[in-house]
């Protein structure tokens, strides 16, 4: 798993995340913001943010190399406050397709990786 620490509020780490999946030229699919749904509650939390990213076409290829694969997808992005401060996190497409034992899957990761190194990349790290 690829984690960092970030001198971002989280808010502007999710701003430079979001920005970053559109230049990768994947897609956001659902920003699931934890904190803010915890606070309809009443409760306060520290930063709990999830992205999840992907695309059609990558969609399709995982359909046609492991159909049961699409559990894995979309892929994420977690961004969230800890003790040491704004982190981000991601599993890396190829140790999330690892477990499929499929070679067509392992060629898409390898595709991706890069990808999401560069989108957590354009978070700077503390």
């Keep these: ?5 970030t ?4 808010d502007a780490a999710v701003e ?5 999946i559109e230049s990768q030229g994947l897609r956001l699919v659902s ?8 606070a309809k509650l009443g409760i ?7 992205l999840e990213l992907f695309r059609p076409d990558y969609a399709v290829r995982v359909w046609k190399a492991c159909k049961p694969a699409g559990i894995d997808i979309p892929l994420r992005i977690y961004v969230y406050e800890d003790e040491r401060g704004v982190r981000v996190a ?3 497409p190829t ?3 690892s477990p499929w034992n499929e070679p067509a899957l392992s060629a898409i990761g390898l595709e991706l990786d890069p990808m ?3 989108i957590v990349d354009s978070v700077p790290e503390s």
């Design 1 to 5: 798993m690829l984690v960092k620490t």
């Design 7 to 10: 001198p971002l509020a989280a």
């Design 16 to 20: 430079t995340l979001k920005a970053a």
């Design 31 to 38: 920003h699931i913001n934890g904190q803010a749904n915890a």
């Design 44 to 50: 306060t939390v520290p930063a709990d943010q999830i």
């Design 90 to 92: 991601c599993r890396m």
């Design 95 to 97: 140790e999330v397709f």
């Design 116 to 118: 999401f190194r560069a």
